[in-house]
Structures are given as C-alpha cells and as structure tokens.
C-alpha cells in the first residue's frame, strides 16, 4: 500500500472520528473524575470502541441490511443521545453520568457514539468497497490509538486550568456538544430524504 492510498483510508475515518472534536466532550463527562479514574474510562472507552468497529466490519452491512436500517437512522439516533448528554448538562446543570459506573460511562456515550459512531460505522461501510477488511481494520486501529493519545493528555489539560477554568471549559463543551448532535440529527434527516 503506497502513502495515497493510506491516506484515502486513514483521512476519512480520522475525519469521522474526529478526536479533537469530540475532546471537548470527553472533558466535559470525565471533569469530575480523578486522574487515575479518567484513565480507566479511557482505556474501557477505547476498547470499547475497538471492539465494536472490528465487529462492525465483517456484520455491519449483514445487520444494516437485514434490518432495512440506513445510514441516516443511525446518525439521528446517535445525535438524539449526545444531545440529551449535553442538556441535561447545560440546563439541568447535572453530568448525566456523575455517580454512574465508569464501566457505563466508558462504553456509553464516550466509546459508542463518541468515538466510534454513525459517522465512523458508516465510513467503515464505505472504505470496504475500496479497500481489504484487513487493511480498514488496521486503519481503524491506528486511529483509535491517535484518539487515545488526544484524550490521555486531557488530566494535565484540567489540572492546568483549575477549578473554575475547567468549570467554564465543561459548560462550553456541552454547548458545542448540542450543536454536534444537532448537526448529527441534520446529517442523518437529509441523507434519509434524498
């Protein structure tokens, strides 16, 4: 595989991804939470994500298909979970996840729809008509690992800002956390109506 075509396979699921724009969103859930507890919701995220994506490649059209669901049903129920992460933050002002389990916090919403969503599920279902399950898997893989990496330095980012720093960075992230899952809703009513 030459350097173009790893980066017609690498760029878009990145782009789907989008670790640094889901960063935001991670320090938003995790702000309340140690360093060593943050850590932990990392690591149960990332697999989390892992897992599902590597499972997603060989079943993911077989499920799609089977079940008559599109690409679009995926991104608006996606987009409706995110959203109520963010309300209930923004206006109720309460982490929907304080005092939850970490295993739960990790798997949802931070490994699935975060890190490894509709975007990323129905990217993967793309790159498989140009590319080996091996070679996306690999891809996905590696930007798992770049997300990881994003996400690893946020302890030192919070510690930075403090208390009140971190306060005022969580309630913007829930913010543009709402847009991302309106923008989410949008995506997936417009690619359903075409």
Partial sequence: ??????????????????????????????????????????????LTAGGVGLLFIPLGPLVLSSLGLKNGDFQIAGGLLILLVALRDIV???????????????VVPIGIPLLVGPAVLTTLILLLDRFSPFAVAGCLVLNLLVAWGVFAVSSRLIQWMGVTGSLVVSKLAALLLAAYAVMMIRVGFSSLFK
């Fill in 1 to 46: 595989m030459n350097i173009s075509e790893f980066l017609s396979l690498f760029l878009p699921l990145f782009v789907a991804m989008d670790p640094l724009g889901v960063f935001p969103a991670f320090v938003q859930i995790t702000s309340n939470l140690s360093s060593k507890k943050r850590g932990r919701v990392l690591l149960l995220s990332v």
């Fill in 92 to 106: 109720l002002n309460q982490k929907l996840f304080q005092g939850r389990d970490l295993q739960g916090m990790g």
